[in-house]
């Protein structure tokens, strides 16, 4: 829970405006890790809500799709949305305001943290992998294991081939 006291910004008109310092170490955002959270944010009162705009930077716990291996993926992503003033819904919004005119951003933040996930994470471009035989990380050093260079659909092939001249 990362929570803000917007409250000031209820009774005043549009225009008005609140700035924190978002300085977080890890976060378990629901269902993702941060190592930290770091940004500017300013919260501004517009008509029928409060606008937060900012810019986050931060660290994702990921697990890299070649040597499965967790990695840390850094990211910086811009905040632009509106919150609802308390006890009134709205089409379009998804976020609104306690009775008390507190705001817990965690939601917010999550929602952008999972934008930034790369859709195969890598923990770097040219990971290795896995062996598929023995299951070593070939990051880390080589195997014993023999893998035939060739590629599968070339064997077939070649197999095709002898078989005709015999
Ligand atoms: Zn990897
Ligand atoms: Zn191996």
């Not at 910004?9 to 700035?19: D, I, K, S």
């Not at 978002?22 to 009162?45: A, H, K, N, W």
């Not at 609104?96 to 951003?105: A, M, S, V």
Request: hydrophobic share 35%.
């Amino acid at each position: 829970m990362v929570e803000f006291d917007l409250s000031p910004l209820l009774g005043v008109r549009p225009g008005e405006q609140l700035a924190f310092e978002l300085d977080e170490g890890p976060q378990r955002l629901e269902d993702i890790s941060v190592s930290f959270l770091r940004g500017s944010l300013t919260f501004i009162r517009v008509q029928g809500g409060v606008l937060v705009e900012g810019r986050v930077e931060t660290q994702i716990e990921l697990v890299c799709v070649r040597c499965l291996e967790p990695f840390l993926f850094d990211t910086t992503f811009d905040l632009e949305e509106t919150i609802g003033l308390p006890g009134r819904r709205r089409p379009g919004i998804t976020y609104t305001l306690t009775p008390e005119g507190r705001f817990d951003i965690a939601p917010l933040l999550r929602e952008q943290v999972w934008v930034e996930v790369p859709i195969k994470p890598l923990c770097r471009p040219d990971c290795h992998g896995l062996c598929p035989v023995c299951g070593q990380n070939l990051n880390e050093g080589t195997c014993g294991c023999h893998i035939d260079p060739v590629d599968p659909r070339m064997a077939v092939l070649a197999s095709l081939l002898t078989g005709e001249r015999e």
